[in-house]
């Protein structure tokens, strides 16, 4: 690998790791939704270390421009109210466990991870105008979503659909006129309810007398 | 059609016919006709007695064309086979006709279908009456399977069912808690004695191998080893089994020490008391020990036992029938008494003598119950009739009265009667028996005593005819109250109301059925004494040889081929002969002159208040209250003492901590499923993180096969895995890296060995097995060599061992039976990997082990390292001619 | 550089993430925030598979893959979104912890 490409990895894999780490800590959902757009803009330069330009852009252009506007979105929306009060971390147990967890496995993923290797592969010892040369990019990427992976590539577009449909059911909450419809009905099955208690009484009350005689 | 082949199968159809014929009265009994019940109950059992009198003339047939030893068999079907060891035991479902269960069928079908037409009138009015055939019929069918049975398992399945058939039908009137309690008591007391026939089968199929009567009888004249339990030395083989299965006897056959049951087993009615507990199943005891007399022969230790125990048990219960006042009762300790005399004869060794008695004893006691039967039907008397309230009956029921008396006579043995013959030859194998034993005072003892117990026999007999049918009907004038339970169905006695009230002022006489059968067996009990010529001729001088059988034996001639006889030798026995009948006839006349005094000439009567010995005889020398203060309370309080350990310790203590265990496990278990989605995420992480590192580590699994001195090794194959073999072990790679290499092949030199091993080619459990030897002595135990490994048990018993010294195996074979190279090994071999040595029954082969080890790498980096050892047989270092010689001839080829 | 940057490193960097979303996940209770914990450790998986792929060039599967985890991912955040919004209706507040009726 080229030198230029380690030290982008180097410098990609610092930013991406520091703004993870501000994603977690930080106080405020802005700051962390600021952190994450770091950490996603950082993961794209090290895609392009990797040879994916196609993947690098959808990063910036699906993550960058689309998932974490929406959590900006939805942050100020909320308000000041979305930023939890203090102690917002859990309990020292918890919280003390819960970071033991997460670093032995982390560290131990890590550890064991770290020495994988495998040989590397000159991409651009390709011939010009190869179809390898094309790896990573539009044409490469492009011709395979749309030939060995085109039923699954179907399949997210009605997964889309389907979350976006959810997604307004989820949020949308009730019109006026439908939650006056609900209090009703809730007011009619209590009042039945009550009914049905009254009757059971009275019946468990006749019951003990006849057995009194 | 072939005459043969009928026979056989009409051997099935003799055990079939009553067992289709409880099952359908068993089953549609109840909604049926009660001509109908009637019908298949008796037919079924007629037609069992037809295809037994034809099998037996068949029988009869073959004896004359092929010999004594002949019989007619029927293999039904495989039931199943045991493995004992290397060697199978097939247990096939085989009936066999043979002179001894020929006899025996022909007793158990003749009689049963007597006794079965009686019942028709006797149980004519019980409500019940579709039940009474049902187990009546069953009872034949289990009472033929114990006969017919060709095996152990097949004799004892007929065992159990005519133990549970008894049981049945002691509690017929089950209402009457009493006699419901009768047949549980003859149920358990038979138990402890099934357990010794149990036993005793168990001690014959590990000594002979075998669960057939014919194999056990061939073999008897092997039993005399000693045998083990465990390793304590019981006695010869022989006398173990022979004393267990007499255990299940004295059971089975109601003798001292589990006599207590029959006397109560009257409580059933009195067509069961005739077949079961007088004429059939109590005698199966006798058929056991016939059917394996040469094995019984082989133990004198045994038949002592046996001879004492039948003559005390003739004695004591002779005793006690002398002052009991109920018919059934003292008839009921008269069988005890008479199954005495029998097994005294099987313990002298006259074998014959004993089935003889069985053979007289069915027909004149079977007469005696039907009598008293018809005596009680008569007079209407519940459950049993007591001598004070009779008399005077010879006039108002004739046909029982001159029935009733030939049976006395020849229960008594009064000459020329049945019983005369059989009693004679009891009393002449007891003298003979004196030059059986060393010991010949025991055969005196034997014969003292069953004289004694003769003389009483004839004593009670005559007091209870003499009451019975002399003298004034003493029950005429008692309450007009016995008049209202002449309605039907009134055989059922009221629960604890047992016949103390007055008979019926007018006897009336018996129907056709009753009457007829008892003339049959009164006839039956004056001749059927003449199958055995023998001591009349003898005492007549007179020598004529009936029917080819020898002096007129034609019994002892017909068993021949079935039973072995003591054969007395020598001077004098011709006298002796004389001292029996003289004995017998004497005990007879002495008897029945004594009670015809008393009960005729004086008219005596039972005293109403017994004192003294009397009262201790009346209360049947307190045997029942002896086990109920020992065997009783004692398993009373065992259970006092183990419900006490159920209750605190099991429940107490152990119940509540697994309860306790339980609830802690549950209560840590339910802790992560607290509701906090936080949690489960973090549990779900760890799972992730195992399922994680299992994937990102390889995994080797390496097993060695040995063929000689060559070793494949294999390993599991993974995801990216590439192996690297070290296959000596000698800390240094042997091969590259590579995909592929996930098995190796080395052959192994003597270098490469890093120890020694013994493999065990088939031990006792035929299972090969391998120990390494390190720096300790290996002692070879009698678990892995078996007994009988010791050159010479006197000289000392130290086991062989193995030891390793550099780089030799040191074998020291102490005082064991070793073979190494073809020869006898010295006291000391020095063994190396690949020679042989026989230890006792085991082969011990030494090895080498030797030892590979092998890393692992998959893609993420992740290198595992395992090690294995295998032991390999090399070729043997030196090979000598003995040795060679030893080999079997394929490697002998190659050479 | 004394560093050779190999597929070890990038698979170490992707666990690292992955760790730090886990443990962010863990720790806080404000939805928000766990909801991007959630996309930090979709990241680090995309990271390891675009990595694989990097190494074994023959096709695209790992790409693709990853292609298909952030279209997932882009779902996953809308409908999360949405709960927020629901969760905030009903009980004015984003923290996670008092949407326990799953435990009662």
Not at chain 1, 136 to 141: A, F, K, T, W, Y
Not at chain 2, 409 to 420: D, E, R, T, Y
Not at chain 3, 17 to 44: C, H, K, P, V, W
Request: net charge negative; with cysteine; aromatic share 10%.
């Amino acid at each position: 690998m080229s030198t230029g490409g380690d030290f982008l990895f180097i410098v990609s894999s610092m930013f991406a790791l520091g703004g993870a780490v501000g994603t977690v800590l930080a106080k405020s959902p802005l700051r962390a939704a600021m952190s994450l757009l770091l950490t996603i803009i950082s993961l794209a330069g090290i895609f392009l270390t990797l040879h994916a330009h196609l993947l690098a852009a959808i990063q910036l252009i699906v993550y960058a421009g689309a998932v974490v506007v929406l959590f900006v979105f939805v942050i100020m929306l909320l308000g000041p109210e979305s930023t939890t009060p203090a102690g917002e971390f859990r309990g020292l147990m918890t919280r003390t466990a819960s970071a033991a967890i997460a670093a032995i496995v982390t560290g131990g993923m890590a550890f064991s991870l770290v020495r994988t290797s495998m040989p590397y592969v000159n991409i651009h010892q390709c011939p010009e105008g190869a179809e390898c040369g094309q790896f990573g990019g539009v044409v490469g990427l492009g011709s395979e979503l749309y030939s060995n992976s085109v039923v699954p590539f179907e399949l997210i577009s009605v997964l889309l659909t389907v979350a976006i449909v959810g997604s307004i059911a989820i949020a949308r909450g009730r019109t006026q006129a439908e939650a006056k419809e609900v209090r009703e009905r809730r007011a009619a099955r209590a009042a039945g309810d009550a009914d049905q208690a009254a009757r059971e009484a009275k019946l468990t009350a006749e019951v003990s007398a006849h057995g009194g005689h | 059609m072939d005459f043969a082949n009928i026979a056989d199968k009409a051997l099935l159809w003799i055990v079939l016919l009553p067992l289709f014929g409880a099952v359908i009265n068993g089953v549609f009994g109840r909604f049926a006709d009660k001509s109908m019940v009637t019908l298949v109950g008796v037919g079924s059992v007629a037609g069992a007695f037809v295809l037994s009198l034809f099998s037996f003339f068949h029988l009869v047939g073959l004896k004359g064309a092929l010999g004594d030893d002949v019989a007619i068999t029927n293999e039904v079907y495989h039931w199943f086979s045991l493995y004992l060891g290397s060697s199978e035991i097939p247990i096939n479902v085989t009936f066999v006709f043979d002179s001894l269960s020929g006899i025996m069928a022909m007793v158990v079908t003749g009689i049963g279908l007597l006794i079965h037409i009686y019942s028709i009138e006797y149980m004519a009015d019980d409500p019940g009456y579709a039940r009474f055939f049902t187990y009546l019929n069953l009872f034949m069918a289990s009472m033929l399977i114990l006969i017919f049975g060709s095996s152990m398992p097949v004799m004892f399945v007929g065992w159990e069912g005519v133990g549970l058939c008894s049981y049945l039908l002691i509690g017929f009137w089950y209402e009457n808690g009493s006699y419901a309690a009768a047949g549980k008591k003859a149920f358990i007391v038979n138990r402890i004695g099934d357990f010794g026939v149990l036993l005793g089968m168990f001690v014959l199929m590990m000594a002979t191998r075998s669960l057939e009567f014919d194999d056990i009888n061939a073999a008897a004249s092997s039993l005399g080893t000693p045998f083990y339990f465990g390793t304590f030395e019981l006695g010869a083989t022989a006398t173990v089994a022979s004393l267990l299965l007499f255990l299940g006897c004295t059971g089975k056959s109601a003798q001292i020490p589990l006599f207590v049951w029959l006397p109560d087993a009257m409580a059933g009615p009195t067509p069961v008391s005739a077949l079961i507990h007088a004429a059939t199943m109590v005698t199966s005891g006798v058929y056991l020990a016939c059917r394996l007399s040469p094995v019984f022969m082989e133990s004198a230790t045994a038949m002592a036992v046996i001879a004492v125990v039948g003559a005390l048990t003739a004695l004591v219960a002779a005793s006690i029938a002398l002052v009991q006042n109920q018919m059934k009762r003292i008839l009921a300790y008269s069988t005890v008494s008479q199954l005495g005399f029998m097994f005294a004869a099987v313990g002298t060794g006259a074998f014959t003598a004993g089935i003889f008695h069985v053979y007289t004893h069915a027909f004149f006691k079977a007469c005696l119950f039907l009598g008293a039967g018809a005596v009680m039907h008569a007079v209407h008397a519940h459950g049993d009739a007591d001598v004070r309230k009779l008399g005077g009956l010879r006039t108002k029921l004739p046909v029982i009265h001159w029935t009733f008396l030939v049976s006395c006579l020849a229960i008594s043995g009064f000459p020329l009667f049945s019983g005369w013959f059989s009693k004679d030859e009891i009393l002449l194998g007891a003298i003979n028996a004196t030059m059986f034993w060393e010991q010949a005072w025991l055969g005196w003892l034997v014969y003292v005593i069953l004289v004694a117990a003769a003389t009483m026999t004839a004593f009670y007999m005559f007091r209870l005819y003499f009451l019975v049918f002399w003298g004034t009907y003493r029950s005429a004038k008692v309450e007009v109250e016995a008049e209202e339970d002449s309605s039907p169905g009134a055989s059922i006695p009221p629960p604890g109301h047992e016949d103390d009230h007055g008979y019926d002022p007018n006897p009336h006489r018996p129907h056709a059925a009753i009457a007829g059968v008892l003339s049959v067996l009164g006839v039956g009990a004056i001749v059927a004494g003449t199958v055995n010529l023998e001591p009349l001729l003898h005492l007549l001088h007179v020598h004529v040889d009936i029917a080819g059988a020898e002096n007129g034996n034609i019994w002892g001639t017909w068993l021949s081929g079935t039973v072995v006889h003591f054969v007395p030798a020598g001077e004098g026995v011709g006298a002796l002969s004389y001292l029996a009948a003289v004995g017998g006839t004497l005990a007879t006349a002495t008897g029945i002159g004594l009670a015809y005094v008393w009960y005729f000439k004086e008219g005596r009567m039972p005293m109403a208040q017994v004192t003294g010995f009397a009262k201790v005889l009346m209360n049947k020398w307190y045997v029942d209250e002896f086990y109920d203060a020992t065997i009783v309370r004692g398993s009373k309080a065992l259970a006092v003492f183990a419900a006490a350990i159920d209750k605190y310790l099991i429940d107490g203590i152990l119940a509540r901590a697994s309860a306790l265990g339980v609830s802690l496990i549950s209560w840590l278990a339910t802790r992560p499923q607290n509701g906090v989605m936080h949690s489960y995420a973090a549990l779900m992480v760890v799972g992730l993180a195992v399922i994680g590192w299992w994937f990102t580590h390889p995994h080797t699994n390496l097993d060695g096969v040995a063929t000689r001195s060559d070793v494949t090794w294999t390993t599991g194959r993974g995801l990216g895995y590439e192996y690297r073999w070290d296959i000596d072990d000698d800390g240094e790679a042997d091969t590259e890296w590579s995909a592929e290499g996930n098995s190796a092949s080395h052959t192994y030199g003597h270098d490469d060995w890093v120890g020694y091993a013994l493999i065990f080619d088939g031990n006792r459990t035929g299972e090969s097995e391998e120990i390494f030897l390190d720096d300790s002595v290996v002692v070879l135990t009698e678990s892995d060599i078996g007994r009988g490994w010791e050159a010479d048990p006197e000289a000392g018993t130290t086991p062989p061992s193995f030891r390793v010294d550099e780089d030799e195996i040191v074998f020291l074979k102490n005082d064991a039976r070793a073979r190494v190279r073809g020869g006898d090994a010295e006291v000391e071999e020095r063994l190396h990997p690949g020679d042989t040595v026989q230890v006792g029954s085991l082969n011990v082969r030494i090895g080498a082990v030797v030892r590979a080890s092998l890393e692992v790498r998959n893609s993420f980096g992740n290198v595992a390292r395992d090690t294995s050892e295998v032991v390999i047989q090399p070729a043997p270092r030196t090979r000598e001619v003995a040795a060679l010689e030893a080999v079997p001839a394929t490697q002998g080829g190659a050479r | 550089m004394g560093i050779e940057i190999g597929l070890g490193e990038y698979l170490a960097l992707a666990s690292v993430i992955f760790g730090i979303g886990a443990m962010g996940f863990l720790t806080r209770r404000n939805m928000l925030i766990q909801l991007m914990s959630i996309e930090l450790m979709l990241n680090s998986v995309n990271v390891m598979l675009v990595a694989f792929n990097r190494y074994m060039p023959e096709n695209h599967t790992g790409q693709i893959f990853a292609f298909f985890v952030i279209a997932v991912a882009a779902a996953e955040a809308a409908v999360g979104l949405a709960i927020v919004i629901s969760l905030f209706r009903l009980k004015q507040t984003v923290e996670t912890d008092k949407a326990d009726a799953l435990r009662h």
